[in-house]
């Protein structure tokens, strides 16, 4: 770096002008610092490629219908994402989903039960099969890959058990699983609220967040970055809700699912238990060292990721119109981790986001649904998304070795 560009660099950013925006982000693209870019740029070209090919991509009704269909394998990846930060895997995920699916469909439909206290019902099955991955995981030393291998195989010969003889039971016109995907806010009221929540949200916690910066005798990041970035959300948030409003209003299954991620997000980045996650996930034996009760954190991850897989799975069941002996085969595992891996989730534990599971979702569904525009059969279908996540794996695998390179890990 020249003399000039030394003193630039010294200078507080908001005082460098456009040149020095410039400079900051060639350094963070030298350091392996991507963060979302990758997959924005990945978005950006999926939606230009595909309108181009149908011409109905970005139609109002299309991208209504992805927003719904994110939801079960975005909340499912939100406990991938929990899993991987502790720099482990869960292979058990589609079975757990199935299985907790047919327990519901079991026992409401089946025998009767209450329709919200058999959902309590599986939910609750789904974080107790998650903690005795957990349990084993932790305190008995079974590697996580083996003994969700063994959960994978063993909830879908439980899911088989409870549906019985039953193929597959359909969900009743009243049900609330059905809701899950089916009811939409028609108010468009509903949806301009929602953009103005996340809107002000959003500028609420940069707000705090450079207050925190501030009391951190941290240099605050300038005003009109925090403007322009909050004026980036206000537009796609709204942009958001006026497609919404087009097709059928704000779906409630979007409702959910933000809910699920900015509870997740609260807890892993404003909650000493959060930190702990990342702690143990960076290094378990420092994080023992340092007093961090490492098979507490195993153990309630897992529980967690289950319970998650428990929602998406009657996400899944309510999609599909029902529960079966088939729900939660297929590519369900593998597209729920990739959706984590390209969002920006390192496969290697102690790095990672909540959001990602938005962000890689939204790829996975976007490439899925532009396929099935252009009648692309399902192998060419299975063909691009592999090699969209051996992409992302690449990508972190690169900037990992980057970061290390310029010692920033």
């Known amino acids: 770096m020249t003399g000039p560009d030394r003193t630039l660099m010294r200078l507080p950013l908001g005082e ?30 999926i939606a230009v490629v595909f309108e181009a090919q149908t011409g109905s991509f970005l139609t109002p009704r299309n991208l209504s219908n992805i927003s719904v269909y994110v939801a079960g394998p975005g909340i499912m990846a939100v406990g991938i994402v929990l899993v991987l930060l502790l720099g ?49 995981f932790a305190y008995v030393g079974v590697p996580a890959f083996v003994v969700t291998l063994a959960g994978f ?45 996340v809107t002000a949200g959003y500028l609420i916690s940069s707000v705090l967040r450079e207050r925190r910066r501030v009391r951190a005798q941290l240099p605050p990041r300038p005003v009109l970055e925090i403007g322009v970035r909050v004026a980036l959300v206000a537009v796609a948030a709204f942009y958001t809700a006026w497609t919404l409003n087009q097709h059928r209003g704000l779906p409630l299954a979007v409702v959910v699912f933000l809910v699920v991620l900015l509870l997740a997000d609260y807890m892993v980045r404003r909650t000493t238990y959060g930190r702990h996650i990342f702690a ?46 088939d729900l939660g085969s297929g590519n369900l595992l593998m597209n729920v981790i990739a959706a984590a891996v390209i969002g920006g989730t390192s496969l290697f534990g102690g790095r990672g986001w ?31 998304t592999g090699a969209v996540l051996l992409l992302a794996v690449v990508v972190d695998s690169v900037s990992r070795r980057t970061q290390r390179t310029s010692g920033r890990t």
């Open 16 to 45: 460098r002008g456009p040149r020095g925006y410039l400079e900051d982000f060639r350094r963070r693209l030298t350091g392996g610092e991507l963060g979302s870019l990758p997959v924005v740029v990945a978005m950006v070209v």
């Open 354 to 384: 909540i959001w990602s599971a938005l962000l890689g979702t939204l790829v996975i569904q976007s490439i899925t649904t532009g396929l099935n525009l252009m009648n692309m059969s399902s192998e060419i279908q299975y063909m691009i």
């Open 280 to 325: 143990v996930g960076g290094n378990a034996e420092a994080a023992r060292r340092a007093g961090i009760n490492v098979e507490f954190i195993r153990l309630t991850v897992f529980a967690l990721a289950g319970m998650l897989a428990a929602v998406g799975g009657l996400f899944y069941a309510a999609q599909a119109g029902g529960a079966s002996k």
């Open 88 to 136: 482990e895997i869960d292979l058990s995920i589609g079975s757990v989903a199935g299985l907790c699916a047919a327990i519901w469909a079991v026992t409401s439909i089946t025998h009767g039960v209450d329709d919200l206290l058999a959902i309590v019902l599986a939910i609750a099955a789904g974080a107790a099969a998650g903690a005795v991955h957990g349990a084993f």
């Open 153 to 197: 195989l063993g909830w879908s010969g439980v899911q088989i058990w409870v549906m019985g003889s039953e193929g597959t039971l359909n969900i009743p016109r009243d049900s609330l699983v059905k809701d899950l995907t089916g009811f939409y806010f028609s108010d468009i009221a509903a949806a301009y609220g929602l953009a103005t929540a």
